[in-house]
T-cell receptor, first 115, second 117 residues
């Protein structure tokens, strides 16, 4: 379901380290998941998605892991850079026929990368 | 990649006036667009789903007469905040659905910062 957080969880990492951002989703019927990156004052930017028939998907410097048993999603960022500093949101959705239903967003995590 | 634009990026208006925000899909056709509202340090709240050629579907608690949505073409949806008041000040973001089947996903616009004085 949808959750609106009042306080964003935060994650601070040193430049060059790997980052892991976690997300717990609520609807076991969800079959599509997306990670978005939102920089201050901007709209969310698509990073990577994964469907429920997969448990891992890799992109450029990012990997998404899906554990349907515990309804957990994670985003791993390799060699984190200062430009990765942003709020990261996970979103879940369910397909209706061939079309995705609405997205339900998680609370978001503020990632801060320090030199 | 799929690009979604919004105009204006910032708007300041007086209380009681109406403000129109445009959302355009620049390189794809979007039969469905979505309007979200976001308060500082909070997640995105879906306001309504806009379908081309039909009435928008509003989320519970969103006043349809206050937030007018028009989706007249496959590349343009507009949100009009009527008789705006200071409590309507927020960051409004639209998104557009890219297609059907395996490639169906949502891309977001850059957002519009509305300040009502």
């Amino acid at each position: 379901g949808e959750s609106v957080g009042l306080h964003l969880p935060t994650l601070s990492v040193q430049e060059g380290d790997n980052s892991i951002i976690n997300c717990a989703y609520s609807n076991s019927a969800s079959d599509y998941f997306i990670w978005y990156k939102q920089e201050s004052g901007k709209g969310p930017q698509f990073i990577i998605d994964i469907r429920s028939n997969m448990d891992k998907r890799q992109g450029q410097r990012v990997t998404v892991l899906l554990n349907k048993t515990v309804k957990h999603l994670s985003l791993q960022i390799a060699a984190t850079q200062p430009g990765d500093s942003a709020v990261y949101f996970c979103a879940e959705a369910k397909k209706k026929g061939s079309t995705l239903g609405r997205l339900y967003f998680g609370r978001g995590t503020q990632l801060t990368v320090w030199p | 990649g799929a690009v979604v634009s919004q105009h204006p990026s910032r708007v300041i208006c007086k209380s009681g006036t109406s403000v129109k925000i445009e959302c355009r899909s620049l390189d794809f056709q979007a039969t469905t667009m979505f309007w979200y509202r976001q308060f500082p340090k909070q997640s995105l709240m879906l306001m309504a789903t806009s379908n081309e050629g039909s009435k928008a579907t509003y989320e519970q608690g969103v006043e349809k007469d206050k937030f007018l949505i028009n989706h007249a073409s496959l590349t343009l949806s507009t949100l009009t905040v009527t008789s705006a008041h200071p409590e309507d000040s927020s960051f409004y973001i639209c998104s557009a659905r890219t297609g059907t089947g395996i490639t169906d996903t949502q891309y977001f616009g850059p957002g519009t910062r509305l300040t009502v004085l």
